[in-house]
């Protein structure tokens, strides 16, 4: 069945240190895939999204390229902020029955 | 445009008692998702709704139910509670198909 692998964390990084998530999937046809953000004691955000293979969401400095080669949808930033700490979880999207997969989440502190 | 709404923002109840959480989806979006996100865990998907109808249900016992109204709002009803139902719960919308979902606030319920 379709499904979401998610780097487990906790992760934990120094201020303007480098990002990166990974998160694989597994899906029959073709998804498109997500990255949601979750702040703490809120619901969820979605961050950004890439539909077909070799696109590339970004938004507020993270990204993430659909490589369906590898079945990847990692999230990258170059320069994390202590504001950037939260969960971020994978997610994906298929067209038969509307089904959204998520990840287990990945907790990412940043400290000053 | 206004986002997706639930109420309330926290419940208590007593364990056997019931609870019903609401969620107002984005205005123009049809297709209401239900999840649970207990503490420490990912987000469990329980119940998706489309113009009325339920459409797919998550691995949960049959106390856990919901309708959606004409209006495309949306009821989850839990009945019998127990302890571990403590959880937070997640309303999304979204347009019906391989779009993006929009999460409200969610619904801290806790059960004594």
């Known amino acids: 069945g379709d499904s979401v692998t998610q780097m487990e964390g906790p992760v934990t990084l120094s201020e303007e240190a480098f990002l990166t998530i990974n998160c694989t999937y597994t899906?029959?046809?073709?998804?498109?895939l997500f990255w949601y953000v979750q702040y703490p004691g809120e619901g969820l955000q979605l961050l950004l999204k890439?539909?077909?293979?070799?696109d590339k969401g970004s938004n507020k400095g993270f990204e993430a390229t659909y490589r369906k080669e590898t079945t990847s949808f990692h999230l990258e930033k170059g320069s994390v902020q202590v504001s950037d700490s939260a969960v971020y979880f994978c997610?994906?999207?298929?067209?038969?029955?509307?089904?959204?997969?998520f990840g287990t989440g990945t907790s990412l502190t940043v400290i000053p | 445009e206004a986002g997706v709404t639930q109420s309330p923002t926290h419940l208590i109840k007593t364990r056997g008692q019931q609870a019903t959480l609401r969620c107002s989806p984005i205005?123009?979006?049809?297709?209401v998702y239900w999840y649970q996100q207990a503490l420490g865990l990912g987000l469990q998907f329980l119940l998706w709704?489309?113009?009325?109808?339920?459409?797919n249900r998550g691995n949960f016992p049959p106390r856990f139910s919901g309708r959606q109204f004409p209006n495309y709002s949306s009821e989850l009803n839990v009945n019998a509670l127990e302890l571990e139902d403590s959880a937070l719960y997640l309303c999304?919308?979204?347009?019906?198909?391989?779009?993006?979902?929009?999460f409200g606030p969610g619904t801290r319920l806790t059960v004594t």
């Open positions: 999304a919308s979204s347009r019906f198909g391989r779009y993006e979902q929009y």
């Open positions: 899906a029959t046809g073709y998804p498109s």
């Open positions: 890439a539909t077909k293979a070799d």
């Open positions: 997610a994906l999207s298929t067209f038969s029955g509307n089904q959204f997969y």
């Open positions: 205005s123009g979006h049809t297709s």
């Open positions: 709704y489309d113009e009325g109808e339920e459409r």
